[in-house]
């Protein structure tokens, strides 16, 4: 081993010691929101949260510059909100904190909103963002016992996108789960977001896609209606079935057994946009 050689292991250590004391601060404010926070996984996710009022305790990055550079581009209204938030950490420390890295080395913790308190069945006080753009007698979007999180995640960005009064789930799936928030692009703080069993779904009008209902062009939507899907694989269960005021169908080409999830939900949020004004 040469001089140089001893020279760079002796000092690797110290070095090494020094950036991991620099981040602690950082990987201790995360893991005391890790049990409760939601992961907000890459840049998109990040900006979205932030523009609809999501409270981030912690955010970082593997490279300060190319993020802000990212946010010159895509985000100049939150160049000043990411220089105060992002800190810069190695990639192992971000490898610690998330089990995937997402390719923008972006990751943060938000606090989860809570839904709105429809007629008495709600959760609590929703987010700051959560429902400021829901028109006057928006549709709430209803998933029963959805299986994929990632249509959750897509449903959600359709609700959001459309300005839906919000997205409800029945069943076990967490509708904030981490891979949902994902497929959502952290959009889940600008339209309520929450899980309720058949029983507590608010009492509004409920429409339910079966394909034995109503063709829905020639159903008329109530103002603030419940949408209510099913699975793809199992359809609507008997509970929400019941609970129906309406059966409605999508139309669909003879011999086509049935769309995505998200396909469905757009299609229906599109019918009521379309609607005359």
């Not at 299986?147 to 959600?156: E, H, I, K």
């Not at 300005?163 to 497929?183: F, K, M, Q, S």
């Not at 062009?217 to 269960?237: K, Y």
Request: no cysteine.
């Amino acid at each position: 081993m040469t001089r140089k050689d001893e020279q760079a292991e002796r000092t690797a250590p110290a070095g090494t010691a020094a950036s991991e004391k620099a981040v602690e601060p950082v990987t201790a404010e995360w893991a005391r929101h890790a049990a409760d926070g939601v992961l907000l996984d890459g840049f998109h996710a990040l900006k979205h949260a932030l523009r609809f009022g999501a409270r981030v305790p912690v955010a970082v990055t593997t490279d300060r510059l190319a993020v802000r550079e990212l946010a010159r581009s895509l985000a100049p209204d939150l160049l000043d909100v990411l220089d105060g938030l992002l800190r810069e950490v190695p990639e192992a420390t971000l490898r610690g904190l998330v089990p995937r890295a997402h390719p923008t080395g972006v990751a943060a913790l938000a606090l989860r909103s809570s839904a709105p308190d429809w007629d008495g069945a709600g959760d609590g006080v929703p987010g700051p963002g959560a429902g400021a753009g829901t028109q006057e007698g928006a549709p709430l979007v209803v998933l029963d016992n959805p299986r994929n999180l990632g249509n959750v995640g897509a449903v959600v960005r359709l609700a959001a996108g459309a300005g839906a009064a919000g997205v409800l789930t029945t069943g076990d799936l967490d509708p904030w789960h981490p891979a949902a928030v994902r497929a959502g692009a952290g959009l889940h703080f600008a339209v309520p977001v929450a899980r309720r069993q058949v029983g507590r779904l608010p009492r509004r009008p409920l429409l339910a896609f079966d394909p034995e209902g109503d063709d829905l062009r020639s159903v008329p939507l109530p103002p603030g209606a419940m949408l209510a899907f099913g699975s793809e694989r199992h359809g609507l269960t008997d509970a929400l079935r019941a609970r129906a005021d309406h059966l409605v169908a999508l139309p669909m080409r003879p011999q086509v057994s049935s769309y995505n999830l998200a396909t469905s939900v757009a299609m229906a949020l599109y019918h009521w946009m379309a609607r005359p004004s």
